[in-house]
């Protein structure tokens, strides 16, 4: 079984809509991190997570470390947020990232 | 703000063939690791390396593969004899609670 899930797989959107992706991993972690991918594949963090929610413009994270549960959300989503989005986790400080599978967004205009 | 950076951004080399990718670390940093992501899965760990010493390894980080950090600034993963499998695209990171990932390196065998 997979320590870190995401859902939806697959996601298209309209502009302009409200996009929640979430993740849940199986694991205690010191710290989440959502990623982001765009084709050609370099990776770019988003955000770090050990509690509460986080928010760098449009972008809002959230963790819930009881329910073992992060939520990734776009508001007024444009194409250029189409990328893969990735969660990620480290179970302690400065341990191997364990990556989730990937949640492929694309936003039609 | 500082950053990882990797050379070559693509390699294509025969399969046999030992290949060597590099990747400069944030500088005040002391662990690194090297990731990896065939196309269409998802990323994987292969090693971290901490204190000039391997510190964890997967699975895939088998006989062909070592890691080297040969200097002060650079940090290397060498494939000794590739494989068609070995095709992927090879991520640096360096860091500790928060990892900063290079842009990564797309290895092609043929």
């Known amino acids: 079984k997979n320590e870190v899930e995401q859902s939806p797989q697959n996601l298209t959107a309209q502009e302009g809509e409200f996009i929640t992706i979430n993740c849940s991993y199986s694991v205690g972690i010191s710290a989440l991190h959502w990623l982001q991918q765009h084709p050609g594949g370099g990776i770019v963090s988003l955000f770090m997570?050990?509690?509460g929610k986080k928010k760098h413009g449009r972008l809002i994270a959230t963790i819930n470390i009881q329910e073992k549960h992060s939520s990734l959300h776009i508001t007024a989503s444009h194409p250029r947020d189409s990328a893969v989005y990735i969660c990620?986790?480290?179970?302690?400080?400065?341990?191997?990232?364990?990556f989730g599978p990937g949640t492929s967004l694309s936003v039609i205009p | 703000e500082p950053e990882v950076t990797q050379t070559p951004s693509h390699q294509v080399t025969q399969m046999g063939q030992e290949v060597i990718l590099r990747c400069v670390p944030i500088?005040?940093?002391?662990?690194f690791y090297w990731y990896r992501q065939i196309l269409g899965q998802k990323v994987e760990f292969l090693v971290s390396f901490y204190n000039n010493e391997i510190s964890e390894k997967s699975e895939i980080f088998d006989d062909q593969f070592s890691v080297e950090r040969p200097d002060g600034s650079n940090f290397t993963l060498k494939i000794r004899s590739t494989k068609l499998e070995d095709s992927a695209m090879y991520f640096c990171a360096s860091g500790g609670n928060t990892q900063y990932f290079g842009p990564g390196t797309r290895l092609t065998v043929l």
């Open positions: 990620a986790v480290l179970k302690t400080s400065y341990d191997k990232v364990i």
């Open positions: 500088s005040n940093h002391l662990y």
């Open positions: 997570l050990s509690s």
